[in-house]
C-alpha cells in the first residue's frame, strides 16, 4: 500500500518520513515500510536540460512540465506496487501538491482556466492510489531558499492553508485523511506509525 505525507514547504514532511523509518525498523521490523524515490521538479529540469526561468518564461513549456511531474510521479507510485504490493510505501508530497502549487502560478492567469480544470481532475484521480493521507501543519521550520518557489513565511502560510483544503477534497471519500497538528517531532512520528500498525 501507499500512504503520503504532505504539506507545505517548512512543514518537515522528509524530518518525519526519516523518524517514521527509523521508528519502524527498531519497533516493527517485521513490517516493510520504505520511502518511495520522488521525482522531484529538478529531474525534470536536469532531464530537459532547461532551468525554472525558462518553464515560467514559456506557458506551454509550463503546461507539459507541470504534466510531466504528475506522470513520473504515477509511473514511480505503479512501480513501487509492482514491485511489492505488501510493502508499506511512504511518498512525499501527493497530487493535492503539484495542482497547489501550479495553482499559484497558473491560477493568476484566466486562458489557463480550462487546462488547470483538466489537470485537477488528473490530480484528484490519481490521488485514489494513497491508502490513507496524513497531513502536516506547516511552520515547523523556517523556509529555505530551495530555488525553486519563495521562501518568505506568508507564501508558506498561504500554501499551507490552500493545500490543506485541496487534499480533503480531492481525496476520495474512503480514504482516511490524518491531521497532524502537533509540532513535537516523537509526537508526529507515534501518530503516523501507531497508525500503521494498526492496518
Known amino acids: 500500500m501507499i500512504v503520503t505525507i504532505c504539506g507545505a514547504q517548512g512543514a518537515g514532511k522528509s524530518t518525519l518520513i526519516d523518524s517514521v523509518i527509523e521508528r519502524m525498523k527498531t519497533e516493527a521490523p517485521q513490517f516493510q515500510v520504505k520511502v518511495m524515490e520522488r521525482k522531484t521538479a529538478r ?45 508499506v510505501w511512504i511518498v512525499e508530497r501527493s497530487y493535492a501538491d503539484l495542482f497547489a502549487y501550479t495553482t499559484v502560478y497558473a491560477g493568476r492567469h484566466n486562458h489557463l482556466s480550462d487546462w488547470l480544470d483538466t489537470y485537477y481532475n488528473n490530480c484528484k484521480n490519481a490521488m485514489g492510489v494513497y491508502e490513507s493521507v496524513f497531513y502536516i501543519e506547516g511552520g515547523m521550520f523556517p523556509i529555505q531558499d530551495d530555488g525553486l518557489r519563495p521562501k518568505n513565511n506568508h507564501y508558506g502560510q498561504m500554501v499551507d492553508m490552500f493545500l490543506k483544503h485541496k487534499c480533503k477534497e480531492m481525496l476520495p471519500e474512503a480514504t482516511p485523511f490524518i491531521d497532524i497538528d502537533v509540532k513535537d517531532l516523537d509526537k508526529r512520528t507515534d501518530i503516523v506509525c501507531n497508525y500503521l500498525l494498526r492496518r
Do not use: G, P
Request: charge should be negative.
Open 43 to 87: 529531474s525534470v529540469l536536469a532531464d530537459w536540460e532547461i532551468t525554472l526561468d525558462d518553464v515560467y518564461a514559456d506557458e506551454n513549456l509550463m503546461i507539459k512540465f507541470q504534466d510531466e511531474l504528475c506522470l513520473r510521479k504515477q509511473q514511480d507510485e505503479l512501480d513501487c506496487l509492482r514491485e511489492d504490493i505488501n510493502t
